[in-house]
């Protein structure tokens, strides 16, 4: 399911709801959630899961042929950790 069809489920299944206030709902919920991360928050949905940032080291290593050593740069990375109850609904 992308980001579409998410809106549009949202809608069909809320006739109350039109489909513009269902791209706007789920725009903030995504903006909320990116922002947090990316302040290196934690956000957990009970039930679904939890996002975070996780941040690798510098990596050294040696070209075997030239033997010159090189540092790649650590990274930052967004990460998601299911729910017990997400894991046991996919199995």
């Known amino acids: ?44 949905i009970r039930g679904f899961g939890s996002f975070s940032l996780n941040e690798t080291q510098d990596k050294r290593f040696v070209n075997p042929k030239t033997k010159q050593e090189t540092i790649i740069k650590g990274k930052k990375k967004a990460h998601f950790k299911p729910a017990k109850e997400l894991k046991s609904r996919i199995n």
């Open 1 to 44: 399911m992308d980001r579409t069809k998410l809106i549009d489920k949202i809608s069909f299944d809320n006739q109350k709801i039109s489909r513009r206030e269902s791209e706007i709902v789920v725009d903030l919920i995504f903006d909320e959630i990116s922002e947090e991360i990316a302040k290196g928050g934690r956000v957990e």
